[in-house]
């Protein structure tokens, strides 16, 4: 029952790995770009809504209407303003810029807001939970876990059936003839990136009211978004939620056999995949 | 104008120059322990290793196109080698530093056998991946000290040499020893027919391959050897701090981003953008690191800038303005005329 508790936790827990992954494999399904920064962004996500509570005195979860549309605005300028210039054939541009913003980034929060760990407090949501055939599950890791669901079926809906979706397959199929039919790919790749960081924002709120978190803590979180991508296969986003899961389970098991292993276990996990499968469980685009 | 009059060649005048130069630069910097002050004496030691960092990551990342973010696995893991063998292994500090560097290399075999199946970008965050299972693997290590980490042995700094003055003149001759080695390794590999393989790589990956070149192989030789020496440079670090912990020895502050700026600030795909890169680094370094996290900023709002107008970096700037060159990799065509010119 203890094991079946651990793979059900991490399963949920998951789900908030696939909300860490989902904008960065969209991002990377849209125009080839891997963001170094975005552990980051979603840090800088949870300490937006960290304010918004706090100045607005408003529920972290009613804070997204603000910080959705705030870091969507900042993807589209960062996008329109920095990175559109790094796109091209040569892979280095891209990768330093955006490591650069992730130092800036890191160390304007740690300036801004120091280097204590914060928490968001959600009130009763965070303790409340249910019981489901023996099992106690928090209300929070469930809802987290359904948001996660319902982001991924929306993002997914929306490429393939909406124009805008139309448009980001064919800027990914190839820019320049979709640039030929009328579409400006750079204001396109703005409102990918915006899109992506609007997952970030509920990413990062999410993993504020979860746990604490400081300045430091975005470069794990890009390595676990990461990780979920990997395993479940590039490009494919409900593959990306399995490889979440499939990292939460091997989190909660390993922390289960020894509390000090829960990270290595996740990273153990992945490598075992990559030794096993490069392409990832269910791969739709080559990378 | 006949075409004998036109002569092929390699070495330039302002090359001639700057070897001498250097040559100076470097005696005088071996008598350094005689008239240097303590605190420079340090400055300079940690100076050569950046150097060395710089050039071996440029080495992978500007030529071999392996841009890596996890360099620190093998800095922490050179160091805690460096702690294991003269911990336990009873092995004399100097000879351990080179052992650190062959089970770098032992270790980066598999690593590499790995992450090699990850392109690209994905590349550059599974060395990042790699770096922290290290990290998290020595954190478990209990005799090693485990998450807090562990010092050196009194009776171990001890046997390096007499006195204090003694081991940090000893230490400061191993930094420089290490930072001109890897320079003249980079330097003199590039040179060689492995190292035009690699130049042919950067400069169009499938020309290179249409002509024969084995690019997996000839990066899966860079990588292992920069690994090697990286994991050697690690060593020195730490056996100039004489305390290792995993958080210090796995670092991507320290190892990796600052690495990087001094690489992308200097001239990435260069010999010479690492040294100028690291000379600039220090210099801020020493007049802004009273600001602290707003340095770091302006530090990599610099490399964003760079990144973005001058990819080549400060040298290339340098290099296109005044067609310079310190270490000649390439050959040209000279005319009579620019010989008189020259």
Not at chain 1, 47 to 73: D, E, F, K, R, S
Not at chain 1, 160 to 184: C, E, K
């Amino acid at each position: 029952m203890e094991w079946l508790n651990a793979v059900v936790q991490g399963t949920l827990l998951g789900g908030l790995y696939a909300l860490f992954a989902a904008g960065l494999s969209l991002i990377f399904g849209v125009m080839r770009l891997v963001n170094i920064a975005h552990g980051d962004l979603i840090v800088m996500a949870a300490y937006l809504g960290l304010t918004a509570t706090v100045v607005l005195g408003i529920h972290p979860l009613v804070a997204l209407i603000v910080v959705i549309p705030a870091m969507a605005g900042i993807g589209y300028v960062l996008q329109r303003g920095i990175l559109n210039r790094t796109l091209g054939d040569d892979l280095l541009p891209p990768l330093l810029v955006t490591f650069g913003l992730s130092v800036i980034i890191q160390n304007a929060l740690l300036e801004g807001y120091t280097a204590d760990p914060q928490k968001m407090n959600a009130g009763a949501l965070e303790t409340a939970s249910l019981s489901v055939g023996g099992l106690s599950l928090g209300i929070l890791p469930v809802l987290t876990f359904a948001v996660a669901v319902a982001v991924i079926a929306g993002l997914q809906w929306m490429f393939y059936h909406t124009a805008l979706g139309r448009a980001f397959r064919a800027v990914s199929d190839n820019q320049d003839i979709a640039q030929l039919m009328g579409l400006n790919k750079r204001h396109i790749f703005g409102l990918a990136m915006a899109l992506a960081l609007a997952v970030t924002a509920i990413a990062g709120i999410f993993l504020g009211i979860r746990t604490s978190f400081d300045p430091s803590i975005g470069g794990g979180r890009l390595i676990f978004g990461f990780e979920a991508v990997i395993i479940g296969g590039l490009g494919n986003l409900w593959g990306t939620l399995a490889g979440g899961v499939i990292l939460g389970v091997a989190q909660t098991v390993g922390a289960k056999i020894d509390p000090g292993w829960q990270v290595l276990s996740g990273h153990i996990a992945f490598l075992l995949i990559l030794a096993v499968r490069p392409q990832g469980l269910f791969p739709r685009v080559s990378g | 104008m006949n075409l004998d009059s036109y002569t092929v060649t390699r070495g330039s005048k302002s090359a001639k120059i700057a070897a001498i130069l250097g040559l100076i630069v470097i005696v005088i910097l071996i008598t350094a322990p005689w008239w240097a002050g303590r605190a420079d004496m340090r400055l300079l030691g940690e100076l050569f290793l950046y150097l060395a960092l710089a050039s071996l990551w440029n080495l992978m990342a500007g030529y071999a196109g392996l841009v890596s973010v996890g360099q620190q696995a093998y800095v922490g893991f050179g160091g805690y080698m460096l702690f294991a063998l003269t911990i336990f292994g009873g092995v004399n500090p100097v000879f351990a530093i080179a052992l650190a560097g062959l089970l770098g290399a032992a270790i980066a075999v598999p690593v590499a056998a790995l992450i090699f199946r990850l392109r690209g970008a994905y590349f550059a965050i599974g060395t990042w991946v790699m770096a922290e299972v290290f990290r998290l693997s020595f954190a478990q290590v209990g005799a090693l000290g485990g998450g807090s980490g562990t010092s050196l042995p009194v009776g171990i700094v001890r046997s390096m040499a007499d006195g204090r003055s003694a081991r940090e003149a000893l230490s400061y001759w191993l930094a420089l020893g290490v930072a001109t080695l890897v320079v003249a390794a980079v330097y003199l590999f590039l040179r060689s027919r492995k190292g035009l393989a690699l130049t042919a790589i950067r400069d169009n990956e499938l020309a290179a391959g249409s002509l024969g070149i084995d690019i997996f192989r000839t990066k899966f030789l860079v990588y292992i050897v920069t690994c090697a020496m990286t994991a050697m440079v690690g060593a020195l670090i730490f056996l100039q701090k004489l305390r290792i912990s995993p958080d210090a020895a796995f670092s991507v502050n320290d190892w990796t981003a600052f690495v990087i700026f001094i690489v992308v600030i200097g001239g990435i795909g260069t010999i010479e953008g690492p040294i100028i890169g690291t000379l600039i680094f220090f210099a801020l370094r020493e007049t802004l690191a009273d600001l602290g996290t707003i340095y770091l900023m302006v530090l990599g709002l610099v490399a964003i800038v760079i990144m973005l107008k001058a990819p080549k970096g400060i040298w290339g700037l340098i290099k296109d303005r005044m067609n310079l060159q310190i270490f000649p990799l390439g050959y040209r065509v000279e005319t009579p005329d620019e010989n008189k010119g020259a």
